[in-house]
């Protein structure tokens, strides 16, 4: 028996067709599409919009602090390093043989020049003195005698009682009684002398070192060590170095006058002491391209030793009413350097610049900027040309006295920087 499905289940209301569910399928897929779309975009434009807000925010001022450049006499120094030596060096040795009786002086005093500083046993050498003076007096007599016999024999020529060759004779004897007395009295002004060798004295002040030999030895002239060396500290010497490129520049100074020269203590800031050029050699270390120079220094503070190797800086000239401005003012770009300027409303602008000489805190400029200037001194690392800045604070430029201060006595004062 066959089904025959009734007219109403095929043609009713509620049947769909067989093709119409995949096209509602899509529909739904496309609103829902079309509503992420639109949602995207609303939070896309908002996105963009604050971009665009950000980008058009007004530019904040580069807070920086500044200086403004001041007129004053330089100094001009040349720099270099080297070495203290002492101004006399002296070995001590005996002059005589003999043993060590005393030692009359402590390792590292300070001894004055003629200050008995040890002693040998004199008993030999003040017998051989005590000789000399005996066979002078015995010649002495001799002469005396011989001088009255010359009288007794020129009176008996004149008289005829006696020949004028015996008056003669007697003249010829006394003369070399007259040359005996006088090698004698030679013989005891040696034995006088060798005498006083015994007694080792300062030949000049200065500081005493190590003694080399013990009391109760036996010492010779010829031992090489000697008994002590002694070394002039005060005043003292600094032998320097400079290229042979500057030689020229301190010849034409030193022509002008005395020259100044500073010696920097361990810090290479502050000036241990002052004191003056000496001399230039006279010829060009060929292997180095320098030329050695030789200053003096009273070292009354003993701040300078011996051996020690010490920054040296000679004072050339002056520069007379220069424009300064502080060192951390200069930059270095690739066309050379430049200061940041700041102008009218607070804007910057980079500014080329001579720089004649330079130190750590101080620049000295030939051209670019001027009294009138205001130059930046901090703050680079957000600073373009350019840019506005917000000036924290007015610096007062670089300080009056550019060089470092002087130590004084046995203390270390801080001082400024040392010139290039």
Known sequence: MLFKPDSKDTAGEGVVPPRS???????????????AGGIGYIVWSAFQKKQSEARTRP??????????????????YLDGVGTVRALNNVTVRAQVDGKLMSINFKEGQDVKAGDVIAEIDPAIYQAQYDQAVAKKAQDEAQLANGRIDLTRYQQLAASNAGT??????????????????????????????TLNYTKIVAPISGRAGLRQVDQGNIIRGSDANGLVVITQVKPIAVLFSLPQQQLVRVNAAAGKGSLTVDVFAGDGRTIADTGTLQGIDNQVDQTTGTVKLKSQFPNDSLQLWPGQFVNVRLKVETLSQAIVIPAAAVQRGPLGPFVYLIGEGDVV?????????????????????????????????????????????????????????????GGGGSGGGRPR
């Open 21 to 35: 569910r995949p096209r509602g399928r899509i529909v739904s897929i496309g609103l829902v599409l079309l509503i």
């Open 59 to 76: 530019e904040i001022a580069v807070p920086v602090l500044a200086a403004t450049p001041k007129v004053q006499d330089v100094p001009v």
């Open 164 to 193: 004028k060759q015996q008056a003669d004779t007697q003249k010829s004897l006394v003369a070399q009684f007259e040359a005996i007395v006088q090698g004698d009295q030679a013989a005891i002004d040696n034995a006088k002398a």
């Open 349 to 409: 602008s980079a500014k080329p610049v001579t720089v004649t000489q330079q130190n750590e805190t101080a620049a000295v400029i030939a051209t670019g900027v001027s009294t009138t200037d205001r130059v930046v001194i901090t703050g680079f690392a957000n600073l373009s040309d350019g840019a506005k800045v917000a000036v924290g604070q007015e610096g007062g430029g670089p300080s009056q006295d550019l060089a470092p201060r002087k130590r004084q006595g």
